[in-house]
């Protein structure tokens, strides 16, 4: 059975958790491509950097159970969005949502 899942806005206090999903992510990439210089010395910082280039409108966040265990964020770019990038937490992928 799929997990009810609410998307709402990014909002300051996910920092910290969308960080941690960030380095997740950076971590998984580092694997797949065998390369450990991906995302720098410190991947969670990439995030900010992120935010700061999209702006806190346009991140949104997966909450379960009052947990945040993913994110999207939306490049705009004159006519065109971006939806990048899209994380979730190792132990939610592929479980659907409701």
Known sequence: MAEKV???RYRRADRASCSRLWRDLTER???IYSD???GGKDPG???DKHL???GEKNVWVAVIGGKVVGFLGM???DEE???EPVVVHHSHRGKGVE
Do not use: G, Q, Y
Request: net charge negative.
């Open 36 to 38: 450990p210089t991906i």
């Open 6 to 8: 609410t998307i709402r």
């Open 75 to 77: 490049i705009l770019d």
């Open 52 to 54: 700061a280039k999209v």
């Open 29 to 31: 990439h580092r694997e």
């Open 45 to 47: 910082d990439h995030f």
């Open 81 to 83: 969005a971006e939806m």
